[in-house]
């Protein structure tokens, strides 16, 4: 299971805190990504993160805004979000994927088909 929190509404320039909280599997054996979709657009990649070697991965979107960690005794991912804007604007989802602590790549880590398992998203929204 994995189950989102941390989000809300802040005005641009602010910063929020996602959670996503993992349970009922081998969190090593995993990667966790955090992916957004806003009204109309489609589901993209913002951040990966490789549980068993700590490797991180930013669109570049937000890279140097975003900051992905995990507390792996809680088995929970954060997603540190700070300078948002407005089109940051989305529902954000927590997904793992098979990680074997190889090098992916950001456009590797992106693919959303290698994603099995989803949470139910929570909501971000930037003010202008």
């Known amino acids: 299971q994995l189950v989102e929190s941390g989000g809300g509404l802040v005005q641009a320039g602010g910063s929020l805190s996602l959670s996503c909280a993992a349970s009922?599997?081998?969190?090593?054996?995993?990667?966790i990504g955090w992916f957004r979709q806003a009204p109309g657009k489609e589901r993209e990649g913002v951040s990966y993160?490789?549980?068993?070697?700590?490797?991180?991965y930013y669109a570049d979107s937000v890279k140097g805004r975003f900051t992905i960690s995990s507390d792996n005794a809680k088995n929970t991912v954060y997603l540190q979000m700070n300078s948002l804007k407005p089109e940051d604007t989305a529902v954000y989802y927590c997904?793992?994927?098979?990680?074997?602590?190889?090098?992916?790549?950001?456009?590797?880590?992106?693919?959303?088909?290698?994603?099995?398992?989803w949470g139910q998203g929570t909501q971000v929204t930037v003010s202008s």
């Open positions: 997904a793992r994927r098979p990680y074997t602590g190889s090098y992916y790549g950001t456009l590797g880590m992106s693919r959303i088909k290698e994603y099995g398992y």
């Open positions: 009922g599997f081998t969190f090593d054996d995993y990667a």
């Open positions: 993160l490789g549980i068993s070697d700590g490797r991180t």
